[in-house]
Structure formats: structure tokens, C-alpha cells
């Protein structure tokens, strides 16, 4: 694998379960060589995370330290079939990136046909920079409609090392990732590794990840962990479709 130069998918105790300081997560990213760090605290339809107020006041934050950047966003909740999510847009416009992601503590769902669609229209949602986890299995999808959604609206979909974990029990993840990455390989659409760290010594963590990378040869050039130009460009080109 190449060298990792980006961990954009990760918490910290503001999020209200994980267990680590924004220092702490700076300090090991800074540790492993990291080029950009992404914190993304979950949004406010999670029982016990941050208040919106959180995310209005992340202007007071710097964004260098030392060698890291350091990006602040939000980890939205898609919140149903519709595709709705949680923040409002004059939160979302100050953020530095936006995932988008199912979790099943506030996912109002349905058939797979619309599950699918809810997340397509969260795909095509415009503050949409990431899908997090879409195969970890929390709601029953049609993969290929999502990657083509992906495609169209320059969204990248995660492929999240904690659903692996055999503690999660998310039976169809490992699957589910490999349909995932199957597809984007065939339709060429790049694909971010996420860490979903919840602790400062799982940032950047993706050995659950390599083996399914591997067995679908999927190509290391669709992989924007490895290219910090190639992950701001599209964060650039979101921004100018925002009007930012």
C-alpha cells in the first residue's frame, strides 16, 4: 500500500462516545505522518453529541498544526427515505467538509428500493462531500444506483474500517464493501478510506480495509487517501457548485 497522507472520518469526545481530545487526535495524526486530518463530529440527531451551536463556533479552531491540516465538519445523519439530514445549510456552508451517513439510532427507513433512494437524494444533496459506511449494513441498499449517484454528483463513498470490526456484527459489511468496490472499479469512481476513529490510536487505521482492497484489485489511483491534491480538488469543485 502506498503511504497514507489523509484520515478524514474521525471523533472525538465531543461526539459524546469516543475518547479522545481534538489535541490528542492532532498529536497522533502529527505521530503517523498524516498530511490532513479530518474531524467529524456527529451531528446533532445522535443522542448525547454536539449541540449545533458546536459547529457555528469551529471558525475559533486553527486549521494548521505543524506539518497537519486540520479539517473540521460534521458526520451528518441521514434521516430517512427522503434522503433529509440534520443541519441547516447556514451551519453546513461553514464547515470544511460534510459526510453523510445511516446510523441506526435516528434512521427512519423502508423497503430497499427506498432506502436507496433516500440515499441517492442525499448523494445528490449539494452539501454532500462524503457518504460514510454505505455497506456497513444498517439499512438493506442496491449498490449500484449508489455508485452511479456517486459518479454523477462528485461524491465520494467511504469504505469504513470500523464496520469491520468483528465487534460491530455487521454481518454483510465485508460484502457489502466488496460489491462497493467491484462497482467503483468498473465505473471508475474514486473511493476514500475511512478510519471512523473514535480513539486517537485508531486514526488512520485501515488494516481491515487492505484485504478487500486486494481481493477486488481495486486500484490504488481511485484511492484519494493517497492524494491529498487529488481529495481537495474535489472538495474544491463541491464548493463551487456551493457558490463557496
Known amino acids: ?17 469516543a475518547y479522545s481530545t481534538m489535541q490528542e ?21 445522535i443522542p448525547g453529541t ?17 506539518e497537519v491540516r486540520l479539517m473540521l465538519g460534521s458526520e451528518l445523519n441521514i434521516l430517512n427515505t427522503k434522503g433529509d439530514i440534520d443541519l441547516e445549510e447556514n451551519i453546513l456552508k461553514n464547515l470544511d467538509v460534510r459526510i453523510a451517513g445511516i446510523h441506526r439510532l435516528c ?6 428500493d ?18 460514510s459506511h454505505p455497506g456497513d449494513g444498517t439499512a438493506e441498499l442496491l449498490f449500484e444506483p449508489i455508485v452511479q449517484a456517486a459518479k454523477a454528483n ?13 465487534i460491530r456484527k455487521k454481518l454483510t459489511a ?8 467491484r462497482l467503483c472499479k468498473q465505473y471508475n469512481v474514486p ?19 487492505y484485504p478487500l482492497l486486494a481481493e477486488t484489485e481495486f486500484p490504488d489511483e481511485l484511492i484519494v487517501n493517497y492524494n491529498t491534491e487529488k481529495f481537495l480538488s474535489i472538495l474544491a469543485k463541491n464548493d463551487e457548485k456551493r457558490g463557496l
Open 1 to 17: 500500500m502506498k503511504n497514507i497522507q489523509l484520515d478524514i472520518h474521525t471523533h472525538t469526545i465531543a461526539s459524546g462516545h
Open 114 to 131: 427506498e432506502n436507496t433512494t433516500g440515499m441517492v437524494k442525499a448523494i445528490e444533496n449539494v452539501w454532500t462531500d462524503i457518504i
Open 50 to 66: 454536539c449541540h449545533p451551536l458546536y459547529f457555528r463556533n469551529l471558525k475559533m479552531v486553527p486549521r494548521q498544526w505543524g
Open 107 to 112: 434512521w427512519e427507513g423502508g423497503t430497499k
Open 25 to 45: 487526535m492532532v498529536a497522533s495524526a502529527q505521530q503517523k505522518g498524516l498530511k490532513i486530518l479530518g474531524i467529524t463530529e456527529h451531528a446533532p440527531s
Open 154 to 166: 462528485n461524491t465520494l463513498l467511504e469504505i469504513n474500517n470500523s464496520s469491520l470490526n468483528p
Open 174 to 181: 465485508a460484502d457489502n464493501n466488496k460489491e462497493i468496490l
Open 191 to 209: 473511493v476514500i478510506l475511512g478510519s471512523d476513529a473514535h480513539i486517537s490510536f485508531d486514526i488512520a487505521n485501515y488494516e481491515r480495509v
